[in-house]
């Protein structure tokens, strides 16, 4: 829902009803929709969870891609060709040629997903919305699709955020992380601080639920209680009813965003009495 935000995209019924979102130093909440439709896909992009479901099953893979293209630039057929072969050569896909005239249907899970990371980068983006990018694909896959998606952003100095709940991503992946529960940030930092020294009860109860190098005999923990319903209202910290450390403060109202050292922030009101 916050990469919806970010392009303006939120579902009927939903609605922005506070905040501001700034990109390139201009407030998007207050641009026009006329405008809207110039940035997303040309200067921000978003690869969806699922390929299959972002994927017209009806066009092939180069007619999405010329689309996308002449979508953002005024380019001849022939151009957008050349352009649209060019992006399948930068995602590595093989065969070009053969993947242009192919039905979404017709290629593999990774597959797909390069082709459409190939659209989303067709435009040359300055920022990249990855939602969970390697869903559903093996470890091999997985690997290789983050592998390109670090070399992407260091070639054409991209800025990818990254949505996933696979902490191995992240480390492997992100320079900085937001943790985020119910909908609300509790933790921000650089990885390393936010991975190794985990301030807010959240992380370090997520933490202790992944798996790690020979931890095979020892049972993996898990965050007693549920995460809270978008139609339910917690008063006060919404982790406090699965959180162990909370007290009648956590209850009432919701912490501030509080610096702890260096960039790492934490929302939490008992950060001073916790064991890290």
Known sequence: MTCFSILRLIPPGGVISAGKIFFRGEDLLQKPENEMMKIRGKRISMISQDPSAYLNPLFTIGQQLIMIIRQHHTLTKAESIDRALEML???????????????????????????????????????????????????????RILELLQKLREERHLTII??????????????????????????????????????????????????????????????????????????????????????????ETFPSFNRTGGNHYVACHIYGELQN
């Open 162 to 251: 990254m949505v996933t709940h696979d902490l191995a991503v992240v480390a492997e992946a992100c320079e900085k992380v937001a943790v985020l529960y119910a909908g609300r940030l509790v933790e921000s930092g650089d990885v390393k601080s936010v991975l190794y020294h985990p301030k807010h009860p959240y992380t370090q109860a997520l933490l202790r639920c992944s798996p790690g190098i020979g931890s095979r005999e020892q049972p993996l923990e898990a965050i007693p209680g549920r995460v809270p319903s978008s139609f339910e209202l917690v008063s006060g910290c919404d982790f406090h009813p699965r959180c162990p450390h909370a007290t009648a403060k956590c209850k």
């Open 89 to 143: 050569r930068v995602v590595e896909l093989p065969n070009p040629q053969r993947i242009m005239k192919a039905y979404p249907h017709e290629l593999s899970g990774g597959m797909k997903q390069r082709a459409a990371i190939a659209m989303a980068l067709s435009c040359a983006p300055d920022l990249l919305i990855a939602d969970e990018p390697t869903t559903d694909l093996d470890v091999t896959i997985q690997a």
